[in-house]
């Protein structure tokens, strides 16, 4: 494809320009360069918004059947899961879907936690199926198998990997036009209702990894709160750290302004962009929501202020990180979820052992935040204050040590398993996880300091355990 191939000539010739220094290359930090004899780093001096349509209301389900309809759909592919193919959410779709004279076929064979055979399976099924319109009714694991499905449905000679984020895939552009997708959000946590992004397990390295392209972007998120009583405790708990940390990330990225290189081309401008003015009233929004309804959402299932709002902050969250991107707690995830023994959590009903994905993350948080305190101490300190830390008379050099202990608050209150160790891990454990850590360049560089396998090394065993 003539169009594929130059943009992914640019994308070369991009790549081979790019800085080399330690917080930007992609040799996990490791060779210096002194500043005097290497190539000027171009900074980006740009950052671009973009999210979903979304629409937020109690009861908004039921109107998805006169979307798809005014988009023309004519056969719809409906991503669900075993268990929500029972469940409230998925009987209004269908009513909604039924009453508009909406053709759509259920495809529930998804697996908690994809991983790229359990993507592969949808991708099938879309292929198969012809479909011109797509709508993921579930969690994070249920939108981004959606998400894949339409991706490779809409470009069916492209290689799997071919979009899989480099270096672990070729993390081609996205050429090819994708069908409507709508997404109707049934957890509290990913925000993928409102990114171009998928997150699977690749098997064969035993880590996490992602297609991330604003072309995979939902058409319309349907934020219906009324869905989101029906989470279980401890998924209520998982899925709002996951909200969490993404909005502490995004906030603590590295500036956009300090991400290099600036791209040749606005369409190679990354999703993930930094921190920047925008992303920062989206995050610092969503943490001052969690301050106040987190607890009450995870003990109280009725209330339906509180799980209503924190429904709310994971879409809010989802703009601000969308677009800022996350960094280590996530980069530090994927090894962690990748590498899982035997743990099975209480209310996830799955017969094989995972580690949600917001457990996953909130694991490395306190020694993730201590560790970039340093390079920006006051958005550490104002993000300790917006979860209630009293930072009055706190010094800057504290501003690690402040946000660590709110997040152990947060997670003690929480009732969160301590540490890495509760999960399974033993000190052994750590050469593999920093193995794991080291490809996923796409978030860890945006950390506002740069690591290296030993500081890495050190966050993990300060996460083994953190109450
Ligand atoms: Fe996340």
Redesign the pocket.
Known sequence: MPGRQRAFNLLKSVSSASCRCPAHSCGGGHTFVPHSTRATPTYDYAFEMACSTVRYGPGVTQEVGQDLAAIGAKNVMVVTDKILAGLKPMATVADSLTRNKINFTVFDDIRIEPTDKSLKAAIDFAKKGNFDAYLAVGG?SVMDTCKAANLYASDPEADFMDYVNAPIGKGLPVTAKLAPLIAVPTTS??GSETTGVV?FDLEALRTKTGIANRALRPTLGIVDPLHSLLMPERVATYSGF?VL??ALESYTAIPYTKRSPRPEHPQLRPAYQGSNPISDVWATHALASLAKYFKRSVYNPDDVEARSQIHLASTIAGVGFGNAG?HLC?GMSYPIAGCVKTFKPNDYQVDHAIIP??LS?VMTAPAVFTFTAPACPDRHLEGARLLGADVSKAKREDAGLILADMLRKYMSDMNVDNGLSALGFTKDDIPELVKGTLPQHRVTKLASREQSEEDLAAMFENSMTVL
């Open positions: 994070g946590g990913t997150v996951d940390c993404h996350v996530h994905h917001g993350v």
